[in-house]
């Protein structure tokens, strides 16, 4: 299989179980990748054979780490040169997608990250189609941090900055508490089911997963 | 003159306060809200003082009944002074609060309160400097220590000034609020309001939504965190003026051991039940003595009385309804709180929630619910009540069905009395684990059923801290007394009503009516009709009127094992007693009260007939 093929497939797995909170079927990704269904099925034993995804007894794919790996790593990319192509050369946001989809497979590591460092800006951009920042009236609801790690994605005593507070996590007592982009915050306490305490301000703030996964933050190098 | 304290919660406000008004503090309902407010007075230098303690907030912007009762106690009543008062050990983020306020112009003070602990953890605060950036005396305290308290009403009433101060806020929001003002005429406090979609002025909120919009697009950010990060941002450079930290000793955190899954599980487990299972012991110790007291020393005199039967009848009623009003009052919810209100003060509970919340989750509510639920355990009136603390009608919804099941101290006396007494201790033990069941299917379906977005858990964990026995005290003695005041007059009506049916008659009618679903259904005596409908009205009065009406205590010598059994189980699910349903019907309308009573209802009676189809 083609490398430039295998990547697409991871990106769009990733992308459809961030979106719907659930792992895709086959018939799901043949509708995204626009793939006729009995090819995908075929692919999709070859990339289980080859270690990246798992299908499940119920007919929905999960990805193994490798694959998450390389699927994120896709993703990364995708996401660095379309706001490249977008914001600062100026392409509408639709074909600087087309355009990334296609540069991202033979793009290099090195790459990105110089492009990353170009770009870094203060504001992590959320993924194509979906509301930049869902704090907005009439967004709330909606809640991922896109391409960007929330809280739930580090450890305890991890130093973090907030970047972005998406839907659930616009409450006004986070705002209140100091949770505001550009906040410090250190994790306190991390339990196993993603509940977090974090440190703000002096402060110890207990959240649920579900609050603290719409938190999007930055890692202080 | 009036002065109000006011202050983030946690800040040692309610300390300060009790410290300056000593005995003698009213508590009121604010008009127009279900929150209590403390009004105390003060005499000092012959003028007489009224103090409030206004609730404990962290914003004057939100929507939750104590941020909206403070700021419509600041526009409507106002005050002479505020006293404001700040945590030392968290000032940067209780400085968030102060530059909120100081937009209410009001004259004030500023007090810098818990500064021993500041010190001890190697902070400095610089009040001096504070009190020039603010433009208002800055008075450091420790209530804890009682220094500096004596100085805060001299200084309040001598020299309390409105503060200068002003946040400066993006330039897109000072532009709006420049043109608000220009356009509606309204004052800039109102204005901020307004942008963030608040405030009471319909009008204003309109023509201010329509620029909010714009900036938001503008900014990829709401007003409303534009503005707390513009307040933030300025708190944060005033602390970092006035804060000088050394390096701070490595102490030892309680936490470390309190907030892992282990072992701060089992220890939460162990915290519960040595609450609940001293409660049952002082409980019944002290039950004892008041029901010995009332019928050795008040109910034979009030029967040497030789009154007319039927007023006998009603002063007897009357008697036997604060019997058990008392004897259910003091020995059993009062004993509660004392423990909760403890754990609450060492700011425990917040910790027990943050490790209840996943389990929780799977109930349909967050980690706050595990309040109400430990409180269920004690009894469902002031449960109930709490109910307040979930923020949405679906939580609240799932959490008042939930309530109306856990084995309140009621229901253990009836578990103890017949089926440990009867039965077997093991027995005693199945019931509770029948109903933990039920209260888990129940949340499940609920969880499905009720309509509503599902919200998390965001609760500030409050250093722990030792409790004051004094606050802890009348804390529980302003909640018996709110607990006394609902369900007393109720216990009371309903048992003149039953002592007038008994006396004319009805309760026989009733008995031989309910016979069938008694005796065939549940196969129980017949007069056990009768004991159910007594424990709607107090739970462990099933019970009592079953041993009266069997005409022996030793209730295994007239009903098999299987009967008490049965008759244990529907009287504790069955409905919820008469206060529940008042307080259900009071706190979350009719429909929530009348549901969850036909729901008890139904379960009860669903149970007791299977288990007599089963064990029969």
Redesign the interface.
Same mark, same amino acid.
């Given at each position: 299989m083609r490398t430039s093929l295998r990547e697409d497939y991871l990106e769009a797995i990733l992308i459809h179980t961030g979106r719907y909170s659930h792992p895709p079927s086959a018939q799901d990704l043949s509708e995204a990748l626009h793939i006729d269904k009995d090819e995908v099925s075929a692919h999709l034993r070859e990339l289980a054979d080859g270690g990246d995804l798992r299908l499940r007894d119920d007919g929905r794919i999960m990805l193994t780490d490798q694959g998450t790996a390389t699927g994120k790593q896709i993703i990364k990319k995708h996401e660095t040169l379309q706001s490249f192509l977008s914001e600062i050369l100026g392409m509408d946001r639709s074909s600087a997608s087309d355009e990334a989809c296609r540069i991202e497979h033979a793009v290099s590591d090195e790459t990105i990250d110089r492009l990353g460092d170009y770009l870094r800006s203060p504001v992590i951009q959320p993924p194509a189609g979906e509301p930049a920042h869902s704090c907005l009236r009439g967004h709330q609801g909606q809640s991922s941090c896109g391409y960007a790690q929330s809280l739930v994605d580090y450890e305890e005593g991890q130093r973090l900055i907030v970047r972005d507070i998406l839907g659930r996590g616009c409450s006004k007592r986070l705002l209140d508490l100091g949770v505001v982009p550009g906040q410090l915050v250190v994790i306190k306490r991390k339990l196993r089911n993603g509940s977090i305490v974090v440190q703000v301000k002096d402060c110890d703030v207990a959240l649920s997963p579900e609050n603290a996964s719409a938190i999007c933050v930055e890692r202080i190098p | 003159m009036k002065i109000a304290l006011i202050g983030n919660p946690g800040a040692g406000k309610s300390l300060i306060f009790n410290q300056l008004t000593g005995l003698g503090v009213e508590v009121n309902k604010y008009p127009g809200s279900a929150i209590e407010l403390e009004y105390g007075n003060v005499c000092y230098k012959n003028e007489k003082i009224e103090l409030v303690d206004l609730p404990g907030i962290?914003?004057l %912007? !939100? %929507?939750?009944e104590e941020e909206v009762l403070v700021r419509r106690f600041l526009e409507k009543d106002g005050a002479d002074s505020l006293i404001v008062v700040l945590d030392a050990?968290?000032? $940067?983020?209780n400085l968030?609060l102060l530059t909120q306020i100081a937009e209410y112009s009001l004259p004030m003070v500023v007090v810098v309160n818990m500064i021993d602990i500041a010190e001890s953890q190697g902070l400095f605060i610089d009040t001096a400097r504070l009190a020039t950036i603010f433009g208002t005396e800055v008075l450091p305290t420790a209530a804890i220590l009682g220094k500096n308290i004596d100085r805060i009403l001299p200084l309040a009433l001598s020299s309390s000034q409105s503060p200068v101060l002003g946040v400066p806020y993006d330039h897109h929001i000072e532009a709006a609020l420049r043109s608000l003002e220009k356009t509606m005429g309204t004052p800039r406090r109102k204005n901020l309001l307004a942008l963030q !979609?608040t405030g009471d002025d319909a009008a204003l909120r309109d023509s201010a939504g329509s620029i909010? *919009?714009e900036i $938001?697009?503008r900014h990829?950010?709401?007003v !409303?965190?534009i503005i707390?990060?513009n307040r +933030?941002?300025f708190a944060?450079s005033v602390a970092a003026e006035v804060v000088k930290q050394s390096p701070e000793k490595k102490r030892f955190d309680l936490?470390s051991i309190l *907030?892992?899954?282990f072992p701060g599980i089992p220890i939460l487990f162990l915290i519960l039940f040595s609450l609940l299972l001293s409660v049952f012991v002082i409980g019944s110790w002290m039950e004892s003595w008041i029901v010995g007291g009332f019928t050795e020393f008040i109910l034979p005199p009030f029967a040497a009385l030789g009154l007319h039967p039927l007023a006998e009848r009603i002063g007897y009623s009357v008697l036997v309804a604060m019997e058990a009003g008392l004897g259910i009052a003091f020995p059993f919810v009062f004993t509660f709180y004392l423990g909760l209100s403890f754990l609450e003060d060492t700011g425990y509970m917040?910790r027990a929630? &943050?490790?209840a %919340?996943?389990s929780m989750?799977r109930l349909g509510l +967050? !980690?706050e619910a595990i309040i109400p639920m430990v409180i269920g355990f004690g009894c469902a009136v002031p449960a109930v009540m709490s109910l307040r603390i979930l923020k949405t009608r679906r939580e609240q919804t799932i959490a008042a069905f939930l309530i109306t099941l856990v084995p309140c101290s009621a229901r253990t006396v009836v578990v103890a009395g017949i089926v440990a007494a009867f039965v077997g201790i093991i027995w005693a033990f199945s019931i509770y684990l029948i109903i933990f069941i039920l209260i888990i299917i129940t949340a499940i379906v609920m969880s499905r059923l009720t309509p509503g $977005?599902? &919200?998390?858990?965001?609760? $500030?964990?409050p250093s722990l801290r030792k409790p004051r026995i004094q606050l802890v005290i009348r804390k529980s003695w302003l909640r018996i007394k709110e607990f006394l005041f609902i369900a007393m007059p109720l216990l009371i009506v309903t048992s003149v009503f039953l002592g007038l049916f008994q006396y004319f008659g009805v309760i026989d009618i009733f008995q031989s009516l309910a016979a069938p679903i008694t005796v065939s259904l549940l196969g129980l005596p017949e007069y056990a009709s009768t004991a159910l409908l007594f424990g709607i009205f107090r739970k462990e009065l099933a019970f009592e009127t079953l041993a009266v009406l069997s005409g022996t205590a030793d209730l295994g010598s007239v009903m098999t094992g299987v009967q008490l059994y049965t008759f244990a189980i529907v009287s504790i699910l069955f409905i919820p007693c008469i206060s529940t349903v008042a307080v259900l019907y009071k706190q979350l309308g009719a429909k929530i009260a009348i549901l969850t009573s036909a729901y008890s209802l139904f379960l009860g009676m669903l149970i007791g007939v299977l288990i007599n189809i089963l064990m029969k």
């Open positions: - | 962290y914003s %912007d !939100g %929507d939750s050990t968290k000032l $940067e983020r968030y !979609g909010a *919009t $938001e697009q990829q950010m709401s !409303g965190q707390a990060t +933030h941002n944060r936490d *907030t892992r899954a917040t929630a &943050f490790l %919340d996943r989750h +967050h !980690g $977005e599902q &919200f998390g858990m965001i609760v $500030e964990m």
